[in-house]
Structures are given as C-alpha cells and as structure tokens.
C-alpha cells in the first residue's frame, strides 16, 4: 500500500511539475511575443532603406554596410556568428556597374521629305537603364526574337535565319514552355535566366538588346560592354508594333501554341543611350547568425530561415527596397530578437541567414548550398521569405511530402495571430516554382524548402521601381508576420 501511495504522490508531483513547466514556457513565449511590435520593425525598414544604404545592391560598399548594420544587430542580442573565421559575414566576388543617369530612349520616325519625327520616352513610366548595361549609344533596327532562344537539343531557335548584326533585339522573358510544375519544363530551365537571354544575344551580334520584363531595374543581366540594355514598357512596345498588324502577345501565344519562332525584322528605329560604370572590384557577403541548440544531440540539427538583404540599388533613381527585401529581412530580425531575449531553451539550433546576391542571380544561396555551415541532412527545413509585408493575410507553403512542416505555422496562427491564411503543399520537384528566387536554389539542391508571404495587398507595389519606400508596405502584417515565425520556430526547435 505504501508503494502504491507513493507512487500516486510522484505522479502528482512530475504532473504539478510538468504543469508548471507549461505554464512558465507559456508566460516566457508569450512576454516576449508582445515585445515584437511594428513600431520598431518599421524603425529597422527605414534604416535599412535610407540613403546610408543607397538600395543594397550587392557588390557595392553600400551593401557591405547594410551586412554590417545586420550583423551588428545579431551581436547586440547574442546571436552567435557562423560566417567565415568565425565571423558573420561568407564573402564572394561580385562585380558591379553603377548607371550614373537615367540614359533615354528614343523611337526614330522617317518622313518622306527626309527628315525624323523623334519620340522621347519617360523614366520610368516607359523605360529603365540596363543596370549591367555598357555604356555609350546605339541606334539601330529593331528584330523582334521572341524568347531570344536557341535550344538545337529542343529544336527550336528564336536566331534561326535572321541577322540581328549591329541591331537592337527586342524579346521577352521566360520561355515558351509555360508550365513550371511539369517535368519537361527543367529541359527550359538553363534558357529562362537574362544572363542567359543577354549572352546569346552578344552572340548573334546584337549591339541593342530591348528587354519586354515590365519596367523595373535587373542587375542579373549579364554585363558585356559592347550591348546596350534597356528595359521597355508598355508604350514603346506598342509604338515598335504600330502598323504591323499583329502584336508582342499575338505572336507570344503563337510561339507558345505551335512551338515554333516567330521572328521578324519590324522595320523600326530605335536610340538608346546608356551611362555607366563598372566595378569589378565587387564584394558580396551573407549574413549568418545562429542561435545553438542546448540539446547535446538535437543541436547538431538546424532550421534556417533566410532571405535576402540586397536590393537594385540605384539606377538614375535610388530603388530602396523596402518590400523587396527589407520586409523579409526585418520580419526576421523580430522573430530573431524575441526568441534570443525569451529565455526559452531551443533544443535544435536556429539559424538566421541574411542572403546577398539575389537580384544579381541568387549568388549568395548558390555560395551557401555549396559550403553550407550545417550539411544537409542535418537540416529541417531552409524557410524563405521575400517580399513578405503587403496585405492582410498569411500564406505559407512547403512540398507534399513534409507538409507537417505547415502545422507549425498553421498552430502559431489560429492560437495567437488570428489572420486569414492560406496553406499550400504542392508536390515537391527540382522546380519550386520558376528558378528566380533563393528558395528554388535550396529546392533544387534537396532541401526541404518552405516560403513564407502575404496575401490581399493593401498597397501599390513598385517592383524594382523608385518608390518602393517604407510607406510602401503594410508593417502591422509584418509584425505579424514575425510574431507567427517567432512562434513556429520555437516550437519546431523543441519538439520531439
């Protein structure tokens, strides 16, 4: 009989302690959630978008001291660094170019009588400088070569029996094959990048290279002095087509329909002058920082959540980034702060990595998959966040075959945030989605990846445009937003 009391009063007891336990987890979890407020994050927007920073591209000592400000951070809270020599920063060689002004661009217009009617265009309205475009002027024909394509193993050229030789190509972006989910589409994936696209054209002897992608500022283009990149809208393109009877998305969906090149010399003249400087001199890093787990087992396992720190920077006008991708930088910096400052023990490590090189062609998280600080298998998930702070609802999603992954952010969300959200699981392939983002390199390289957004915009977005400012996104979703990571990844860390 004693020993069946006594056995009641050690349950009792491990229960009251284990009770107690849950109760100071959840006091120390929830003081430190209220701590992650938008007044702060937006203080770290604004910093991060100042003009001390001139729009983070990467490559220039602008960036390195955005890095620095970062990293500064994660030393002020005791996040341990886990770069390079035991710093925070895994450097790289990234040259740069500086467009000094605005450039112009310019539609030539013979009359009979001899004389040129000119049409100048607006920046940014119609037109943006090529960031890695050579300097000088050109003025030339215009060929329109659809996708810029040659793929002889696809049977399929956009060059084919036409001379682009000291002509201005006009061609849009992406690829023919439309569908990203399927399996045939990774055979179009080495010609979807504008490294890709800007190279062939040198090839072909373009010396203008007019680029259909919207208008906005694109530093992964390739830089080869002796192009000239501009970067066109909607009513240039139409100018370049008027009188042709046919349009770009007439011959677009036609390429796409019969899989076959619809190239064309359009008889239009076009000028463009260029005005900038290249650096070759560049340095880029990666900010990383980790928070290590106190389990003598589990600590050897990480989560990292990553995005990246770099912007366009300055082309004529400063980009400054604070959408994209301040918002996922300083969504991190909350959550990363809460969880240092909470007292709570992580049994698994955490890891904060603060990308650079992404706008210039996912540098940073190719650098990092292929000197990674922890191997793979020791990884759970790489969570990616990029422009993550425009909207009212939540929106998470990770591959089919690790969707229980999604449980940890689902749970933070209907216990303490309450926003609508959308959870998403498609099926997990080489592709996550098109191969413009530092999610797909962890992706491809057979992490199991997550991203992180937001959903039902509130606000205009100024994608790689002026503009794109601190009062451009939405903070009270990104406090939010913090506040479901700061959550997710405790519990993530310590469960079993």
């Given amino acids: 009989m004693k020993r069946i009391t006594s056995l009641i009063i050690a349950l009792i007891v491990t229960a009251s302690q284990f009770a107690f336990s849950q109760d100071d987890f959840e006091t120390k979890l929830l003081k430190q959630f209220h701590t992650i407020t938008s007044e702060e994050m937006m203080t770290w927007v604004e910093k991060l978008c100042s003009p001390e920073f001139n729009g983070r591209l990467t490559g220039t000592p602008e960036f390195i001291a ?39 661009l310019t539609l030539n217009l013979p009359q009979a009588d001899g004389s040129v009617i000119r049409k100048n265009y607006n920046y940014p309205e119609d037109y943006y400088p090529g960031m890695n475009s050579g300097s000088g002027e050109i003025t030339a024909e215009v060929v329109f070569v659809g996708y810029g394509v040659s793929a002889p193993e696809l049977n399929y050229d956009d060059y084919k029996g036409i001379d682009v030789k000291g002509k201005i190509v006009l061609l849009n972006r992406d690829v023919p094959y439309t569908d990203p989910r399927n399996q045939e589409y990774k055979k179009w994936v080495a010609y979807c990048y504008h490294q890709y696209k800007l190279e062939n054209a040198v090839k072909h002897g373009a010396a203008g290279f007019l680029y259909i992608d919207g208008i906005g500022a694109n530093p992964n283009i390739t830089y080869d002095p002796s192009i000239i990149v501009c970067g066109i809208g909607t009513e240039p393109l139409n100018d370049i087509f008027a009188g042709l009877k046919t349009t770009n998305k007439d011959l677009t969906d036609k390429i796409v329909k019969t899989m076959k090149p619809a190239s064309f010399n359009t008889g239009k003249t076009i000028t463009i002058k260029a005005n900038t400087t290249r650096h070759p001199e560049g340095k880029g890093c990666n ?99 990029d422009m993550v702070g425009n ?22 969300n209907t216990k303490y945030i309450h926003r609508t959200m959308r959870l998403s699981a498609p099926v997990p392939g080489e592709y996550y989605g098109r191969p413009r983002s530092d999610g797909v390199v962890f992706s491809m390289a057979g992490y199991k990846t997550m991203s992180i957004g937001t959903t039902d915009g509130t606000k205009k977005v100024f994608y790689h445009l002026p503009g794109d400012d601190p009062d451009a996104v939405t903070i009270d979703i990104m406090e939010d937003v913090a506040k479901m990571i700061y959550v997710a990844l405790i519990n993530m860390a310590n469960d079993t």
């Fill in 66 to 104: 955005s890095a620095g400000w970062v990293s500064g951070k994660f030393k002020e809270w005791g996040i341990k660094p886990a770069g390079d020599n035991g710093d925070y920063f895994q450097w790289f060689n990234i040259p740069y170019t500086v467009v000094n002004d605005i450039g112009s």
């Fill in 287 to 385: 900010v990383i920082g980790v928070i290590e787990g106190a389990d003598p087992v589990l600590k050897n396992e990480v989560i990292i959540i990553g995005g990246h720190l770099d912007a366009v920077g300055k082309a004529g006008k400063v980009v400054n980034g604070a959408l994209d991708n301040a918002s996922g930088i300083v969504d991190i910096l909350g959550a990363a702060k809460a969880i240092v400052q909470s007292g709570i023990k992580l049994k698994r490590s955490v890891m904060f990595l603060c990308l650079g090189g992404e706008e210039n062609g996912l540098i940073g998280s190719k650098l990092y998959v292929s000197k990674p600080v922890f191997m793979k298998d020791k990884t759970i998930t790489y969570i990616n966040l």
């Fill in 391 to 412: 909207g009212t609802g939540l929106a998470v999603s990770a591959g089919s075959t690790y969707k229980e992954l999604l449980n940890y952010f689902e749970q933070a």
